[in-house]
Protein backbone atom coordinates (compact mmCIF):
# COMPACT_ATOMS: atom_id res chain seq x y z
CA UNK A 1 0.00 0.00 0.00
CA UNK A 2 1.13 3.51 -1.27
CA UNK A 3 0.62 6.82 0.20
CA UNK A 4 1.70 9.80 -0.50
CA UNK A 5 1.04 13.57 2.00
CA UNK A 6 2.50 16.72 1.11
CA UNK A 7 2.23 19.76 3.79
CA UNK A 8 0.39 22.68 2.93
CA UNK A 9 -0.72 25.83 4.70
CA UNK A 10 0.51 23.64 8.15
CA UNK A 11 -2.08 20.72 7.37
CA UNK A 12 -1.29 17.20 5.91
CA UNK A 13 -2.82 16.83 2.67
CA UNK A 14 -2.70 13.86 -0.05
CA UNK A 15 -0.34 14.33 -2.41
CA UNK A 16 -0.30 13.40 -5.93
CA UNK A 17 2.51 11.47 -7.86
CA UNK A 18 5.94 13.34 -8.52
CA UNK A 19 4.97 16.05 -5.89
CA UNK A 20 8.25 17.89 -4.45
CA UNK A 21 8.53 17.75 -0.55
CA UNK A 22 6.11 14.56 -0.41
CA UNK A 23 6.56 11.93 2.11
CA UNK A 24 5.49 8.95 0.35
CA UNK A 25 4.66 5.61 3.22
CA UNK A 26 4.61 2.26 1.73
CA UNK A 27 3.13 -0.05 4.11
CA UNK A 28 3.42 -3.98 3.17
CA UNK A 29 4.05 -2.75 -0.67
CA UNK A 30 3.29 -5.71 -3.77
CA UNK A 31 5.92 -6.46 -6.23
CA UNK A 32 4.23 -3.95 -9.09
CA UNK A 33 4.15 -1.04 -6.29
CA UNK A 34 8.04 -1.78 -5.86
CA UNK A 35 8.64 -1.86 -9.67
CA UNK A 36 6.30 1.44 -10.03
CA UNK A 37 8.09 3.37 -7.49
CA UNK A 38 11.59 2.14 -8.67
CA UNK A 39 10.80 3.55 -11.76
CA UNK A 40 8.99 6.91 -10.61
CA UNK A 41 12.25 7.24 -8.48
CA UNK A 42 15.24 5.84 -10.08
CA UNK A 43 16.28 3.88 -6.97
CA UNK A 44 17.01 0.49 -7.25
CA UNK A 45 14.57 -2.00 -6.50
CA UNK A 46 16.91 -3.42 -3.48
CA UNK A 47 16.71 -0.15 -1.88
CA UNK A 48 13.33 -0.10 -1.44
CA UNK A 49 13.10 -4.09 -0.34
CA UNK A 50 15.39 -3.09 2.71
CA UNK A 51 13.23 -2.81 5.45
CA UNK A 52 11.13 -6.08 3.77
CA UNK A 53 13.61 -8.18 5.08
CA UNK A 54 12.77 -9.02 8.93
CA UNK A 55 16.60 -9.94 9.54
CA UNK A 56 17.78 -6.60 7.93
CA UNK A 57 20.64 -4.97 9.92
CA UNK A 58 20.40 -1.05 10.94
CA UNK A 59 22.88 1.00 8.51
CA UNK A 60 23.10 4.64 6.77
CA UNK A 61 23.77 4.18 3.25
CA UNK A 62 24.73 7.47 1.17
CA UNK A 63 24.69 7.31 -2.40
CA UNK A 64 24.43 10.36 -5.07
CA UNK A 65 21.04 9.92 -5.48
CA UNK A 66 19.55 8.86 -2.56
CA UNK A 67 20.47 8.44 1.51
CA UNK A 68 18.83 5.61 3.03
CA UNK A 69 18.26 4.57 6.65
CA UNK A 70 17.36 1.64 8.04
CA UNK A 71 16.22 1.12 11.75
CA UNK A 72 14.46 -1.19 13.72
CA UNK A 73 11.57 -0.06 15.56
CA UNK A 74 9.24 -1.90 18.12
CA UNK A 75 5.86 -3.15 17.47
CA UNK A 76 3.52 -5.63 18.96
CA UNK A 77 1.40 -8.48 18.12
CA UNK A 78 -0.99 -10.59 19.81
CA UNK A 79 -1.37 -14.47 19.98
CA UNK A 80 -3.79 -16.13 22.21
CA UNK A 81 -5.18 -12.79 23.70
CA UNK A 82 -1.39 -11.89 24.99
CA UNK A 83 0.98 -9.20 23.98
CA UNK A 84 4.08 -10.06 22.37
CA UNK A 85 7.22 -7.94 21.80
CA UNK A 86 9.19 -7.50 18.37
CA UNK A 87 11.07 -5.15 16.43
CA UNK A 88 11.02 -5.05 12.48
CA UNK A 89 13.06 -2.96 10.11
CA UNK A 90 11.75 0.78 8.68
CA UNK A 91 13.45 2.06 6.25
CA UNK A 92 13.77 5.74 5.28
CA UNK A 93 14.77 6.96 1.65
CA UNK A 94 15.60 10.80 1.38
CA UNK A 95 15.70 11.94 -2.15
CA UNK A 96 16.37 15.01 -4.11
CA UNK A 97 12.34 16.08 -3.93
CA UNK A 98 10.20 13.04 -1.49
CA UNK A 99 11.02 11.45 1.70
CA UNK A 100 10.22 8.06 1.40
CA UNK A 101 9.20 4.83 4.32
CA UNK A 102 8.77 1.89 4.22
CA UNK A 103 7.62 -0.90 6.89
CA UNK A 104 6.57 -4.72 6.28
CA UNK A 105 3.94 -4.17 8.21
CA UNK A 106 1.14 -0.98 9.46
CA UNK A 107 2.51 0.46 12.88
CA UNK A 108 1.48 3.42 15.01
CA UNK A 109 4.35 5.39 14.75
CA UNK A 110 3.88 6.00 11.06
CA UNK A 111 0.30 6.41 11.88
CA UNK A 112 0.69 9.26 14.37
CA UNK A 113 2.51 10.97 11.47
CA UNK A 114 -0.42 9.90 8.73
CA UNK A 115 -2.94 11.20 10.79
CA UNK A 116 -1.19 14.23 12.05
CA UNK A 117 -0.71 14.08 15.28
CA UNK A 118 3.01 14.78 15.02
CA UNK A 119 3.56 18.43 16.39
CA UNK A 120 5.20 20.61 13.80
CA UNK A 121 5.40 17.89 11.40
CA UNK A 122 6.10 19.19 7.89
CA UNK A 123 7.07 16.99 4.89
CA UNK A 124 9.24 19.32 3.28
CA UNK A 125 11.20 19.67 6.33
CA UNK A 126 13.28 16.02 5.36
CA UNK A 127 15.77 16.46 8.17
CA UNK A 128 13.41 17.28 10.72
CA UNK A 129 11.16 14.66 9.69
CA UNK A 130 14.03 11.75 9.93
CA UNK A 131 14.66 13.31 13.28
CA UNK A 132 11.05 13.56 14.51
CA UNK A 133 10.85 10.04 12.93
CA UNK A 134 14.02 9.07 15.38
CA UNK A 135 12.57 9.82 18.27
CA UNK A 136 8.95 8.81 18.04
CA UNK A 137 10.71 5.42 17.57
CA UNK A 138 12.98 6.26 20.78
CA UNK A 139 9.99 6.48 22.68
CA UNK A 140 7.37 3.90 21.46
CA UNK A 141 10.64 1.75 22.90
CA UNK A 142 10.63 3.42 26.37
CA UNK A 143 6.51 2.91 26.41
CA UNK A 144 7.01 -1.07 25.22
CA UNK A 145 9.75 -1.24 28.16
CA UNK A 146 7.63 0.15 30.78
CA UNK A 147 5.01 -2.30 29.89
CA UNK A 148 7.34 -5.17 30.03
CA UNK A 149 8.32 -4.35 33.66
CA UNK A 150 4.62 -4.05 34.49
CA UNK A 151 4.20 -7.67 32.70
CA UNK A 152 6.64 -9.09 34.52
CA UNK A 153 5.38 -7.91 37.57
CA UNK A 154 2.16 -8.74 37.18
CA UNK A 155 3.81 -12.33 36.73
CA UNK A 156 5.87 -11.93 39.91
CA UNK A 157 2.72 -12.20 42.36
CA UNK A 158 1.38 -15.37 40.62
CA UNK A 159 4.57 -17.12 41.14
CA UNK A 160 4.85 -16.49 44.67
CA UNK A 161 2.52 -19.76 45.19
CA UNK A 162 3.07 -21.68 41.35
CA UNK A 163 4.44 -24.98 40.49
CA UNK A 164 3.76 -24.69 37.08
CA UNK A 165 6.26 -23.91 34.13
CA UNK A 166 3.46 -21.46 32.63
CA UNK A 167 4.29 -18.16 34.12
CA UNK A 168 7.92 -19.18 33.40
CA UNK A 169 7.42 -19.82 30.09
CA UNK A 170 5.90 -16.30 29.98
CA UNK A 171 8.92 -14.50 31.54
CA UNK A 172 11.29 -16.43 29.03
CA UNK A 173 9.51 -14.06 26.16
CA UNK A 174 9.31 -11.01 27.69
CA UNK A 175 13.10 -11.87 28.18
CA UNK A 176 13.55 -12.51 24.79
CA UNK A 177 11.79 -9.49 23.70
CA UNK A 178 14.16 -7.14 25.96
CA UNK A 179 16.87 -9.48 24.21
CA UNK A 180 15.32 -7.95 20.82
CA UNK A 181 15.08 -4.75 21.87
CA UNK A 182 18.51 -4.06 23.69
CA UNK A 183 20.15 -5.29 19.94
CA UNK A 184 18.13 -3.42 18.24
CA UNK A 185 18.66 -0.09 20.13
CA UNK A 186 22.23 -0.33 20.38
CA UNK A 187 22.10 -0.75 16.49
CA UNK A 188 19.84 2.44 16.27
CA UNK A 189 22.53 3.85 18.38
CA UNK A 190 25.38 3.60 16.14
CA UNK A 191 23.18 4.96 12.97
CA UNK A 192 22.51 7.79 15.00
CA UNK A 193 26.20 8.10 15.63
CA UNK A 194 27.19 8.46 12.11
CA UNK A 195 24.28 10.40 11.25
CA UNK A 196 25.67 13.22 13.64
CA UNK A 197 28.84 12.93 11.74
CA UNK A 198 27.47 12.57 7.86
CA UNK A 199 27.14 15.75 6.04
CA UNK A 200 24.37 13.91 3.42
CA UNK A 201 21.98 14.88 6.09
CA UNK A 202 22.09 18.88 6.69
CA UNK A 203 21.64 19.67 10.45
CA UNK A 204 19.70 23.04 10.54
CA UNK A 205 20.14 25.19 14.07
CA UNK A 206 16.63 24.81 15.13
CA UNK A 207 16.74 21.13 15.31
CA UNK A 208 20.08 20.66 16.90
CA UNK A 209 17.77 20.25 20.22
CA UNK A 210 15.54 17.29 18.80
CA UNK A 211 18.98 15.77 17.60
CA UNK A 212 20.34 15.94 21.12
CA UNK A 213 16.19 14.86 22.36
CA UNK A 214 16.64 11.54 20.39
CA UNK A 215 20.08 10.48 21.15
CA UNK A 216 19.38 10.92 25.10
CA UNK A 217 15.84 8.75 24.43
CA UNK A 218 17.70 5.99 22.92
CA UNK A 219 20.54 6.05 25.01
CA UNK A 220 18.00 5.59 28.22
CA UNK A 221 15.99 3.09 26.24
CA UNK A 222 19.39 1.25 26.05
CA UNK A 223 20.08 1.45 29.79
CA UNK A 224 16.25 0.96 30.56
CA UNK A 225 16.32 -2.23 28.37
CA UNK A 226 19.63 -2.95 30.22
CA UNK A 227 18.46 -2.94 33.56
CA UNK A 228 14.89 -4.64 33.29
CA UNK A 229 16.59 -7.80 31.52
CA UNK A 230 18.89 -8.21 34.22
CA UNK A 231 16.18 -8.00 36.80
CA UNK A 232 13.90 -10.53 34.52
CA UNK A 233 16.93 -12.52 33.95
CA UNK A 234 17.29 -12.64 38.61
CA UNK A 235 13.75 -13.13 39.02
CA UNK A 236 13.60 -16.37 36.50
CA UNK A 237 16.54 -17.75 38.13
CA UNK A 238 14.68 -16.98 42.05
CA UNK A 239 11.85 -18.01 40.74
CA UNK A 240 12.37 -21.46 38.75
CA UNK A 241 13.92 -22.29 42.26
CA UNK A 242 10.81 -21.39 44.17
CA UNK A 243 8.94 -23.70 41.63
CA UNK A 244 11.27 -26.54 42.35
CA UNK A 245 11.22 -25.93 46.00
CA UNK A 246 7.27 -25.93 46.30
CA UNK A 247 7.31 -29.09 44.20
CA UNK A 248 10.22 -30.67 46.78
CA UNK A 249 6.99 -29.89 49.75
CA UNK A 250 4.79 -31.59 47.69
CA UNK A 251 6.62 -34.00 46.92
CA UNK A 252 8.03 -34.44 51.14
CA UNK A 253 4.83 -34.20 52.04
CA UNK A 254 3.02 -37.16 49.95
CA UNK A 255 6.43 -39.24 51.20
CA UNK A 256 5.32 -38.76 54.68
CA UNK A 257 1.59 -39.56 53.87
CA UNK A 258 3.15 -43.11 52.54
CA UNK A 259 5.39 -44.00 55.22
CA UNK A 260 2.88 -43.32 57.61
CA UNK A 261 0.64 -45.27 55.53
CA UNK A 262 3.35 -48.20 55.06
CA UNK A 263 3.21 -49.86 58.48
CA UNK A 264 -0.90 -50.05 59.05
CA UNK A 265 -0.47 -51.50 55.43
CA UNK A 266 1.83 -53.93 56.45
CA UNK A 267 -0.31 -55.49 59.46
CA UNK A 268 -3.63 -55.52 57.36
CA UNK A 269 -1.18 -57.31 54.38
CA UNK A 270 -0.31 -59.93 56.44
CA UNK A 271 -3.03 -60.75 57.75
CA UNK A 272 -4.72 -60.85 53.94
CA UNK A 273 -3.05 -63.60 53.03
CA UNK A 274 -3.68 -66.84 52.04
CA UNK A 275 -2.48 -68.96 54.84
CA UNK A 276 -3.85 -70.75 57.74
CA UNK A 277 -5.31 -68.48 60.38
CA UNK A 278 -4.25 -70.85 63.46
CA UNK A 279 -1.24 -68.89 63.66
CA UNK A 280 -2.12 -65.58 63.06
CA UNK A 281 -2.68 -63.42 66.58
CA UNK A 282 -6.49 -63.01 67.37
CA UNK A 283 -7.56 -64.62 64.35
CA UNK A 284 -10.21 -66.44 66.66
CA UNK A 285 -11.01 -63.82 68.83
CA UNK A 286 -14.49 -62.31 68.41
CA UNK A 287 -13.71 -58.93 68.41
CA UNK A 288 -10.25 -59.81 66.72
CA UNK A 289 -10.79 -56.97 63.50
CA UNK A 290 -11.14 -54.42 66.17
CA UNK A 291 -8.11 -55.25 67.76
CA UNK A 292 -6.31 -55.37 64.74
CA UNK A 293 -7.68 -52.07 63.61
CA UNK A 294 -6.60 -50.58 66.86
CA UNK A 295 -3.49 -51.50 66.74
CA UNK A 296 -2.90 -50.44 63.26
CA UNK A 297 -4.17 -47.01 64.14
CA UNK A 298 -1.78 -47.03 67.07
CA UNK A 299 1.17 -47.58 65.12
CA UNK A 300 0.33 -45.49 62.51
CA UNK A 301 0.53 -43.22 65.53
CA UNK A 302 3.70 -44.45 66.77
CA UNK A 303 5.12 -43.78 63.45
CA UNK A 304 3.54 -40.25 63.08
CA UNK A 305 5.29 -39.33 66.24
CA UNK A 306 8.61 -40.99 65.66
CA UNK A 307 8.85 -38.37 61.90
CA UNK A 308 7.23 -35.31 64.10
CA UNK A 309 10.72 -36.00 66.39
CA UNK A 310 12.79 -36.32 63.26
CA UNK A 311 11.92 -32.73 62.17
CA UNK A 312 10.65 -34.74 58.96
CA UNK A 313 7.49 -32.55 58.76
CA UNK A 314 9.57 -29.38 58.83
Known sequence: MVNRYITENGHLCTAEENTKGAWISVVAPTD?????????????????????????????DVDEAYTLIVVNIPYVSKQADRELYDTLPLSIILTQGCSITVCSQDCPILRQFADGKVRDFNTNMKSRFVLQLLYRIASHYLAYLRSIDRRSGE??????????????LELLKLEKSLLYFSTSLRANEAVLEKLVRVEAIKKYPEDEELLEDVIVENKQAIEMAAIYSGVLNELMNAFSSIISNNLNVVMKVLA???????????????????VSSAGMPFAQHPHGFAI?????????????????KLRIFK
Not at 50 to 57: F, H
Not at 256 to 274: D, L, R
Open 32 to 60: AEITALSQEFSLEEDVLRSALDMEERSRL
Open 292 to 308: IAGISAFSLIVAGFILA
Open 155 to 168: IEKTLHKSTKNEEL
Open 256 to 274: IITIVMSVPTMIFSAYGMN
